[in-house]
């Protein structure tokens, strides 16, 4: 389960990339406290790289960047700072065609084609590998407390079938519980703000959007009784910035140095023993209720829970890692996108009457004003949004366990990784009219936008934002209704702009694309805002 959401979301994670690690990469960039342990742990594996670009160098594939063993080094840093621009190019310069780009210690080699992706979705999983290339990526034994990937494991299915199922038709109950966690949010970040009240507020869009959208997940993952405990919550938030924190420090640091550096990173804050004990105890309570006495729970844990047979220690430890390993999948994604949305509505504002038009249409729908699928607009617009800001630009990424042979003849030693470019592909103009132009009714069609195709939640190859058509993020139509719960009560109830006008939308990090962590926004509250939506 862990698996597929961080697919989406490398959701997707390859993925995801907070505030925090915006905040590290601006530390390194300027070259404060962070750039001589980056700087030592790179020179501390030198002479391991070098040696992977001759052992592991794919046949007749086009490598990215400078040539040479000492170019594919210099490349390899500018690919693990700022991947962007080298994917942007390889992708433009391959022409539909494989093409690599050197990593720290491997080829990142990038499909372009369906036919490929078809090839790389088919291939077996003890050849191409989701789990391996996540283990390399983040440890997860280290950051989720002990996890270890077995789809042996019986258990393994249980948190997949709760995402894919229970959580997909208990979603349109849980709205009106979203939706006042959701108004509580607001009123909480925003206490001064009322009617007719002419003072801007000033804020910054993506920390405000993930203290709004973890609360939220909290209340699909945990329940409402463990979201409303202020500890809880707050090393719920910390955990996760630990685990950015941890992920990236541990992509520079030798495999001899990883299990110690893991281990200080991820108990420095003592989040992490927080959120495991306090998930472990409510697990445990809900088990021991044998007489029903608390209300019966509409979550992820509940169902985890119905469908666990024997709810032995080690069954429970086991959940417990699951959770640990959603609150992190499922925290950062979300925020970006609603960060990036904010920005483009404030670049763009002849975009706010016609979406506040179908916003005030879908509140004043008595009979289903709680039923987020019927606004083609907004879908559009964020769709847009994530087209043009895709928060990662490299899905679908598997580590090659035995050599890969594409039907092409190109063969893919072992070690290497193999991805999708998202970003790339939903800014080719093959795909795309006017590609790098933001147009944020680009997929309302000619059907008004109802048609499945033009749904924000729809994967599709020139969409690949939600991972690959055969197994996309479980978790993305809880994404789409909480981006259209939270985007519409900003658009509905508050006027906003820029601090400043040319404030940067973005950072590019790493495989990320993240929200610029400098940017800012003034806020004010509407007279005539829609707040029951």
């Known amino acids: 389960m862990l698996l597929s959401l961080l697919e989406s979301a490398p959701l997707h994670y390859l993925a995801d990339v907070s505030f925090a690690v915006c905040h590290f990469a601006l530390e390194i960039l300027y070259g404060q406290k962070w750039s001589w342990l980056v700087l030592l742990l790179l020179v501390a594996q030198f002479d391991k790289i070098l040696k992977s670009y001759v052992i592991r160098r794919p046949a007749n594939v086009k490598i990215a960047g400078a040539p040479t063993v000492i170019g594919h ?44 992706v078809e090839e790389v979705s088919n291939a077996p999983i003890d050849q191409l590998s989701f789990n391996a290339a996540i283990d390399e990526q983040f440890m997860p034994h280290l950051i989720f407390n002990g996890f270890r990937f077995d789809p042996k494991d019986p258990r393994y299915s249980i948190p997949l079938h709760a995402m894919k199922v229970q959580l997909k038709s208990n979603l349109q109950a849980l709205v009106p519980v979203l939706k006042s966690y959701t108004a509580d949010a607001f009123r909480d970040e925003f206490p001064e703000q009322v009617a007719d ?14 203290r709004l959208v973890q609360r939220l997940n909290n209340v699909i993952i945990v329940g409402q009784d463990l979201t409303d405990d202020p500890i809880y919550l707050a090393a719920s938030m910390q955990y996760t910035r630990d685990v950015v924190i941890t992920g990236e420090l541990l992509r520079f640091t030798p495999s001899t140095l990883q299990n110690a550096i893991g281990w200080i990173s991820m108990n420095r804050t003592g989040a992490k023993n927080i959120v495991d004990s306090k998930v472990t105890a409510m697990m445990w309570d809900r088990i021991n209720d044998h007489q029903g006495h608390g209300r019966k729970q509409c979550d992820l844990v509940q169902w985890m829970l119905d469908s666990t047979r024997k709810k032995s220690p080690q069954a429970i430890t086991k959940l417990v890692q699951h959770v640990m390993g959603l609150l992190f999948g499922g925290a950062h994604q979300l925020p970006m996108l609603i960060s990036f949305a904010l920005y483009n509505l404030c670049k763009y504002p002849e975009y706010l009457e016609p979406l506040r038009c179908e916003i005030e249409k879908t509140a004043n729908n008595e009979d289903d004003n709680d039923n987020y699928d019927n606004m083609p607009l907004m879908d559009s617009f964020l769709k847009e949004t994530a087209r043009v800001y895709p928060t990662v630009i490299l899905t679908m990424p598997r580590k090659v366990l035995w050599p890969f042979k594409f039907a092409d003849g190109t063969v893919v030693p072992k070690d290497n990784w193999i991805v999708v470019p998202s970003q790339a592909l939903m800014q080719d103009e093959q795909y795309y009219e006017e590609p790098e132009r933001f147009n944020g009714f680009r997929f ?18 020139e969409f690949p934002f939600w991972g690959g058509t055969k197994r996309p993020c479980p978790g993305r139509f809880y994404v789409a209704v909480a981006a259209k719960m939270i ?35 003034l806020l004010r509250k509407r007279s005539d805002g829609v707040s029951q939506l």
């Open 444 to 461: 309302v069609g000619q059907d008004g936008g109802t048609a499945s195709s033009s749904q924000f939640s729809t994967p599709s190859f």
């Open 73 to 116: 080094w210099l490349t390899s840093l500018r690919f693990l700072l700022v991947a962007i621009g080298t994917v942007k190019e390889g992708h433009k310069k391959a022409r539909g065609k494989l093409f690599a780009v050197p990593a720290l210690n491997k080829y990142t080699i990038c499909v372009t084609s369906r036919e490929q």
């Open 197 to 210: 009240n002419e003072k801007w507020t000033t804020f910054h869009p993506h920390m405000v959007s993930s």
């Open 487 to 521: 985007l519409s009560r900003y658009i509905a109830d508050y006027d906003i702009r820029l601090e400043n006008p040319k404030a940067a939308a973005s950072l590019a990090w790493s495989y990320a694309l993240a929200p610029h962590p400098r940017t800012k926004m």
